[in-house]
């Protein structure tokens, strides 16, 4: 029989922002596909994590560490329970990350000149340095065992800059609208933190690539889809299925000559 180059089976592979809309998605089609995920994530909710996740807790192939990736105390101890229950991870997806949301207070989503220090400071904390702590806890420690793969979560807005166009339907309401700062430079500092890593670990056998997305339908208001789809060239926001397949790509044979690089998939956003 050929064998399966995209076989995850078994492997050991920490999500990120377990909890959250893509990171469900990540944790339960990995769990499909025989691998054992260790959700990290500052926020779980017991319930939750049974209602997401409880027939892959039966069977063992899911834990949930409350973890927040600002620490480094506590991305140690959430490693440590994972090296305990099965062993050194194998995988790691940063996928963990906060953005203004679109309803913030009007500081954070208002005009360049006015977009304050510490929103700066609070996303660059979470989005950069976490996943930085991450890369060297979890990271440092695959690259002992001599294997891995790391996948950085990225953003469209991380490779291009927003579209400001996409909100004069809220400007022109009187809202002081503006896509904020930080978060584009925050995804944008991932880039090089792959390429960075990918030289530094490719000896130890540990790849480390970017995974980039495009917007994803989670019930935005419809003046918002139908501006935002007028760029997509697929004409539509992502289903939150459609990167699973990408991330089992990445954290398989199927992508070992692939390191340092930008995986995009964006509808098509970034090709016009
Ligand atoms: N959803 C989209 O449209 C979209 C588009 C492009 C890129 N992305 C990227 O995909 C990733 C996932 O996005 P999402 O929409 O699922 O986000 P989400 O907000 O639904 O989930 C993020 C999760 O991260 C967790 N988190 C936040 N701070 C943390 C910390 N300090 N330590 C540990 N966990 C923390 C949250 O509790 C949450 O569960 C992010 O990196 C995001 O930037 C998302």
């Not at 291009?160 to 896509?179: A, H």
């Not at 918002?224 to 699973?244: I, Q, S, W």
Request: glycine residues 8%; contains cysteine.
């Amino acid at each position: 029989m050929q064998k399966n180059i995209f076989d995850v089976h078994d492997k050991v592979i920490i999500v990120t922002g377990g909890m959250g809309q893509l990171g469900r998605q990540f944790t339960r089609s990995l769990c499909e596909a025989g691998a054992k995920v260790a959700v990290f994530d500052v926020k779980i909710e017991k319930q939750l994590f049974e209602h997401y996740f409880g027939t892959y807790v039966q069977s063992d192939r899911v834990m949930d560490q409350v973890v927040d990736i600002t620490r480094r105390s506590s991305i140690e101890a959430g490693l440590r329970q994972v090296i305990q229950r099965w062993g050194v991870p194998s995988g790691l997806i940063n996928n963990a990350a906060i953005d203004a949301p679109p309803d913030a207070p009007v500081e954070e989503n208002g005009p360049f000149e006015m977009y304050p220090e510490q929103s700066f400071d609070r996303i660059m904390e979470v989005n950069v340095k976490g996943i930085v702590l991450c890369c060297q806890v979890i990271g440092g420690q695959m690259a002992k065992e001599g294997r891995g793969s790391i996948i950085n979560i990225c953003s469209i807005y991380g490779i291009v800059s927003p579209d400001q166009r996409i909100y004069e339907y809220r400007r022109k309401t009187g809202m002081l609208f503006y896509k904020p700062v930080a978060y584009s430079v925050s995804k944008s500092a991932l880039l090089n933190l792959s390429r960075y890593l990918a030289t530094y670990w490719a000896e130890k056998n540990i790849r480390v690539n970017t995974l980039t997305f495009a917007g994803v339908f989670n019930n935005q208001d419809k003046e918002f889809l139908k501006e935002y789809c007028t760029h997509v060239p697929l004409g539509r926001m992502a289903r939150e299925d459609e990167y699973n397949g990408a991330i089992q790509f990445l954290l398989s044979d199927a992508s070992s000559y692939m390191t340092g690089s930008n995986l995009v998939i964006d509808g098509g956003w970034t090709a016009w």
